[in-house]
């Protein structure tokens, strides 16, 4: 069945980075987009960036433009998140999900947080 294992979350002070790993198995990685969310305390899930499947083009939400970069390895079934100049708002719990014959799936998601 289709699963994902998210790794790479932790605590970081302001201006830190993190990359986020994103494992999948159970499909055809390579012939499906990949998205990351983040879902942050009493708030709604929001997408952060999503990825073609070939991996040529790619979109950010506003929040994190110029800071987060998504990537892909199709070799090994792995999407990154390389995020930047991180900020206390970007606080939150980074899911990676992918929509597979119409049903879209989720990994377990991995804490993320900025502080000082």
């Known amino acids: 069945q289709v699963q994902f294992v998210e790794s790479g979350g932790g605590l970081v002070q302001p201006g830190g980075s993190l990359r986020l790993s994103c494992a999948a198995s159970?499909?055809?990685?390579?012939?499906?987009?990949m998205s990351w969310y983040r879902q942050a305390p009493g708030k709604e899930r929001e997408l952060v960036a999503r990825i073609t499947s070939a991996g040529g083009s790619t979109s950010y939400a506003d929040s994190v433009n110029g800071r987060f970069t998504i990537s892909r390895d199709n070799a090994e079934n792995t999407v990154y998140l390389q995020m930047n100049s991180l900020k206390l708002e970007d606080t939150a719990v980074y899911y990676c999900r992918a929509v597979v014959g119409s049903r879209q799936y989720w990994g377990q998601g991995t804490q993320v947080t900025v502080s000082s």
């Open positions: 159970g499909f055809t990685f390579s012939s499906y987009a």
